[in-house]
């Protein structure tokens, strides 16, 4: 099958230790970002282009008329010209062919396009189904409002990076997000993200300084590092029962208050909750390690419920962040499902004075903070 050239290496994209996510790191890393958006995919066998009057197998272009923007109605609107919408535009699909009769879409033809476009990705390119696209596909593109087929499968790293007019997203099929897909899409205000997916990469959304809430679909199976970090998310996130890991800084410096985490989870990341303002949290049964600074910073933290099967808790999982101890309330209580002899078992590093301080009640899990 047809591989975009551009490999992009993990540890590239992981924040390291126990260290909080920076905003200087981000710059560097928008720095890196930006050279690679240069580069397009390539390899493959290259077919010959279609005429723009119709797409025939195994061409690498196509055409589509894509909707015309929406324009406010005169009524609304301060521009004396025409108050009616621009002619639409035929947007030119570049794609390769894969080895499986499918199409992999790897961007358009700029030239002619109009920014602030409402655009619908194809499904279908040269009569074979779009199933994926590819690393920096759209890139620093103009469009105003993207839909992605329910053909596709897989959504490369920073498919749509730097799209900085960009305010919604919709997934309507059963994809993995890559790295970096909506990466400093400064003005993104809606992802309506489709059940069926089942991956939401690292770094997917940071940069995103205009979205408050996201609906995480009931087929994930993962959330990257960083997924979410630094965004404005606030309120109740739900973590949908099937997700297995939450990476490091996954929610980090979010304005979230409420958390739920289901049985399903198996590992927390490095400082995933830190600095957010949840009140309460119960972590699932089967956690065994509680990471360095997981819920560092959480200065509105009450109460917390630590399954007894917890062997191991890192340095400043429970530290006091900035207001800690002044305008921050005190951890009152942890409810721990084992003994007392059990809790004296476990090995807590230091920067934890918060759970010393705190009431202990023992094989006790409260009614009101069940999952």
Known sequence: MFRCALETKRSVLT?????????????M????????????????????????????????SASSEAPAPSVPDSSSSSDSTSSSAPAADTVQWQYVKNGDNSVMLTGYDRDGVQPERVIT?????????VTEICNN???????????IPASVKKIGNWAFSSNTNLTKVTV????ALGNMVFYFCKNLETVQLSNG????GDLTFVGCLKLKS??????????????FSTTPLTGKIVIP?????????????????????????????KSAFAGTGITSVVLPDGIKEIESGTFGGCDQLRRVYIPASVKYIDGDAFSTGVTGGFFGVALENVYYGGSQADWEKIDIAAGNEKLFSAEKRYNAKPADLQQ
Do not use: H
């Open 15 to 27: 924040m390291r230790a126990n260290k909080r996510f920076r905003w200087e790191t981000l710059f």
């Open 29 to 60: 890393t928008a720095a890196f970002t930006t050279a690679v958006l240069l580069t397009s995919c390539g390899g493959g066998s290259p077919v010959p282009p279609a005429s723009s009057s119709s797409s025939q197998p195994g061409s690498s």
């Open 121 to 129: 990705l194809p499904d279908k390119l040269g009569g074979y189904p």
């Open 137 to 147: 596909a759209f890139a620093d593109a103009k469009f105003r409002e993207v839909t």
């Open 172 to 175: 309507l099929g059963d994809a």
């Open 197 to 200: 997916v089942t991956d939401l």
């Open 214 to 227: 996201v609906n995480l679909p009931a087929k994930l199976k993962r959330i990257g590092n960083q997924t």
């Open 241 to 269: 029962e099937g997700v297995t890991s939450i990476g490091e800084d996954a929610f980090s410096s979010t304005q979230i208050t409420e958390v739920r985490i289901p049985a399903s989870v198996k590992t927390i990341g």
